[in-house]
């Protein structure tokens, strides 16, 4: 029996969707993005319910874009769109974690 190879467990972890990221000009695939919903307000970071928490693998965040930004939009396989309003550089677990919130659509 062969050992697991647990350098890239987090990337198998339940829960985790495919995704896309954009800055409105360049688009890449992010596999195994982890999606979390901020339950509670907090003045001193400006987090909102609603808030949606992404938790990006630096790891699959390869091509045009190789870190995340506020402003750029993170879309879900139901073309949902959400803004990043902020991001943290998880240095240890090797994660850009993105704050976002729901688009406003333009209709």
Known sequence: MTAPDTTTDYLYVDGTETVTLTDGSDTVTVEYAKRSRIEATNQISGLQIGDILWDLAKAVLDGAITEPIA?????????????????????????????????????
């Open 71 to 107: 402003r750029m939009k993170i879309i879900d396989a139901d073309d949902n769109e959400f803004v990043i309003t902020s991001v943290g550089d998880l240095v240890i677990s090797g994660i850009w974690q993105c704050v976002t919130r729901p688009a406003v659509s333009e209709a």
